[in-house]
Structures are given as structure tokens and as C-alpha cells.
């Protein structure tokens, strides 16, 4: 309310109107294929989810067969950040913030997590912490 307790005919006030873009514009080269969307149609097929997944693991044998994390856990399933918080009942942005150590989960969170990846729970609770992340 304006000054006084008056109040504003809304009717008869001027109104700013302004165009907001929906998104901003792509800087990709004509003719790229963004990698998140590649990834969905692939994983749309039978065939095509069953080779991300396998690309996955080799990601996770690769590249993080010297270290324990909940990155790692979950790569060895073949499963995306995605996949892994729909078998916990969570959100995918919350299995990022896990995984790079912004969030401290409850311990039922973890026990759900240790269960889907099917590792005992000391194991997560390691691969959690971050003195054993790199």
C-alpha cells in the first residue's frame, strides 16, 4: 500500500510490460548435438540404454577404479545421477550435491542409497566422506 493506507486503483495504473527471453541462445556450432539430449534419445531404446549403461561402466572402471565414491558406486551400475535417485526415491540434483560432497545425507538416505547399489553401508559411509575423494 502507497503512503497513508491508501490504496491503488489498479485499473487506471500505468503498467510496465517487458519482453524476457525464454532461453538464452545457443553458442553450439550448427549441426552439434548437445550431449544431455543425445543421451535421452539414446536411452529412449532398449538398445541405446543398454550401451549408455555400458559406457557408464567403463567410465567407472576407467576412470575410477583407485578411489571409492558414490560417483563411482553408481557408474559401476551403469546408472546416471537420474536413474540412481529415481531407485532411492530422490531427486537427481540431490545425488549431485551428494556427490561432490555439498550435502550430508541422513542416515536413512544412505541406507536407501547402500541398498539400490547393493554395497553394505560402511562402504557408502566411505565413499561419502571426503578425506577418500580426490
Do not use: C
Not at 20 to 27: D, E, G, M, R, T
Not at 89 to 101: A, V
Request: proline content about 6%; aromatic content about 4%; overall charge negative.
Amino acid at each position: 500500500m502507497p503512503q497513508g493506507g491508501q490504496s491503488v486503483d489498479t485499473a487506471s495504473a500505468p503498467w510496465l510490460i517487458r519482453e524476457v527471453p525464454l532461453a538464452q541462445p545457443s553458442n553450439m556450432p550448427s549441426g552439434a548435438v548437445d550431449i544431455d539430449d543425445l543421451v535421452v534419445e539414446l536411452e529412449a531404446t532398449p538398445k541405446g540404454a543398454k550401451s549408455i549403461a555400458k559406457g557408464r561402466e567403463w567410465v567407472a572402471q576407467t576412470f575410477y577404479s583407485d578411489r571409492a565414491s558414490l560417483a563411482a558406486l553408481r557408474l559401476q551400475h551403469g546408472w546416471s545421477q537420474a536413474e540412481l535417485a529415481r531407485q532411492v526415491g530422490t531427486s537427481q540434483s540431490y545425488i549431485g550435491r551428494l556427490e561432490t560432497g555439498l550435502v550430508d545425507p541422513q542416515l536413512s538416505t544412505i541406507r536407501k542409497i547402500a541398498l539400490a547399489l547393493d554395497v553394505a553401508v560402511a562402504e557408502l559411509v566411505a565413499a561419502l566422506s571426503p578425506e577418500t575423494q580426490s
